[in-house]
């Protein structure tokens, strides 16, 4: 069999392909995504803590029945439309704000409504909306029925949809904060030539929303120059190693502290696997993500 | 001691007095000259000075100094202008460069990191993801700031570089905040874009 393929034309064409899948193939299993269907679990908050802090707000009336069902409302169309999950959604609303959409009325925090939203967070939206997507203007008259920009923390029309107090409005901006996050670090791995797992992005995207997004490429840089470029792929392929990350809380210090002073550093450090832990509890389908 | 130390150079002086050292190259030449040896000695310890002060100037600066260097950069504006800016900033560049080289403290090599990104990213590791957002984010913005101080267009130039840098690097909403570099660099983009 050997001696009439030796005598075949194109042979070494042949030999070329097989060892191109070959490689293909192997790096496909090497690297492919880990995480199983339904990562996300479709009905949230998941974990017990966090419904049992939901029924507290209603019963001491923080958090109002109509606010409620309307944020969800809002929620579900908002990652519909930005084909963000829902649940990572509901859940960074519920972590930066226990669904309080006047939070920051006062004008006492530097720090506004649902998603904590900050003054140059609203530049961003108002004047760089797409930078990212050519999309995100088109999705924001979807969901809101107009271009209602400039958007502020205006508390004088809480109910205008200029208003970031109105409640599709700020779901709506999160949401597209949340989808820049997401884009950008996207953008940076795939320019390194980088394949990343989508659902696993989605969890750096709202630690860059929680801790902006040089925290987390200075954690990339501290991986990658500790354990080289594969450490990257695996800390954006493997589910595993990232909630790992939420378990061990000084697994950030280090790409802080390229930032930070150290005891800047570690506070951050903390905070984040905190927020990361709270979100998975939050957001994730066990099942999906132990089997 | 004067004394002492006087005795001790005078030797060295007379040997490296400019009418010794031509006396020693002349009588390098002669035929048979017992000097050669001594003269190419003479003439290896210059060559080695000099090679030393060659290699000093390759050295990095303290990095007290280019912290100093960076944090005058405003003021270096504020006193002469655009012309004076891009001096001073060349000359921080050159140090930033030498000192990420140089095998120095790991502090050391953090704040000439930390000043890169938001001054000279091309500096840093093709692989540094930093880099890219610095020279998408900011160096544009800054570039056309330095081209056109003091006008509208580059007001709104600065404005959009602040909130970028706040967006990206601001790591507390309730308690913003950002590094000293961040602030330094956005005061000085600040004043540059401030119009008269």
């Known amino acids: 069999m050997l001696k009439k393929f030796a005598q075949i034309r194109g042979r070494w064409i042949w030999i070329a392909a097989v060892l191109f899948v070959s490689y293909h193939s192997w790096y496909w299993f090497a690297f492919a995504p880990k995480t199983k269907p339904h990562f996300y679990s479709p009905s949230f908050p998941v974990s017990q803590n966090f419904q049992s802090e939901l029924i507290l707000l209603r019963e001491t009336k923080r958090l109002d029945g109509d606010s409620e069902s309307r944020i969800l409302h809002a929620t579900v169309q908002t990652a519909k439309v930005l084909q963000i999950p829902a649940g990572l959604l509901w859940c960074l609303l519920f972590q930066e704000s226990r669904l309080n959409h006047r939070l920051g009325m006062e004008g006492n925090i530097p720090s506004y409504g649902l998603g904590q939203f900050t003054h140059f967070g609203f530049q961003e939206i108002n004047y760089q909306l797409n930078r990212y997507s050519t999309s995100n203007r088109s999705h924001l008259i979807r969901l809101l029925g107009s271009d209602v920009r400039p958007i502020s923390a205006n508390s004088a029309t809480p109910d205008s949809l200029s208003s970031y107090f109105s409640i599709p409005t700020a779901v709506v901006t999160t949401g597209l904060y949340l989808k820049n996050r997401y884009l950008h670090l996207g953008s940076l791995l795939e320019r390194r030539g980088i394949r990343y797992d989508p659902k696993l992005l989605w969890l750096y995207a709202v630690m860059a929303y929680n801790k902006g997004t040089r925290g987390i490429l200075s954690f990339w840089n501290a991986e990658e120059k500790r354990l080289g470029t594969n450490r990257i792929r695996q800390l954006v392929t493997d589910p595993d190693i990232l909630l790992d990350l939420a378990r061990d809380r000084n697994l950030f210090t280090a790409g802080f502290a390229r930032v930070w002073d150290r005891r800047r550093a570690r506070s951050y450090s903390e905070e984040l696997s905190i927020h990361l832990s709270n979100i998975a509890a939050c957001a994730l389908n066990p099942i999906g993500v132990t089997q | ?196």
């Open chain 2, 1 to 196: 001691m004067k004394d002492f130390l006087a005795k001790f150079l005078e030797p060295l002086k007379q040997t490296f007095s400019p009418n010794n050292l031509k006396k020693e190259f002349r009588s390098f030449f002669k035929p048979g000259s017992h000097h050669q040896w001594a003269t190419l000695a003479i003439f290896g310890v210059i060559g080695f000075l000099g090679y030393l002060i060659y290699l000093a100037t390759l050295v990095a600066p303290d990095i007290q100094i280019v912290q100093d260097r960076f944090n005058d950069l405003a003021k270096s504006y504020e006193d002469g202008g655009s012309a004076r800016f891009a001096e001073r900033k060349n000359d921080l560049r050159r140090d930033i460069s030498r000192t990420l080289r140089a095998n120095k403290s790991l502090e050391a090599r953090m704040i000439a990191t930390n000043i890169s990104v938001y001054l000279f990213p091309d500096l840093l590791p093709s692989e540094n993801f930093e880099r890219t957002v610095a020279e998408d984010q900011w160096l544009p913005l800054q570039r056309a700031i330095e081209k056109a101080p003091g006008t509208y267009e580059s007001r709104l130039k600065f404005e959009e570089m602040k909130a970028n840098i706040w967006n990206y690097e601001s790591p507390d909403k309730r308690a913003p905040k950002l590094t000293e570099t961040a602030e330094t660099v956005l005061h000085i983009y600040d004043l540059m874009s401030t119009q008269r």
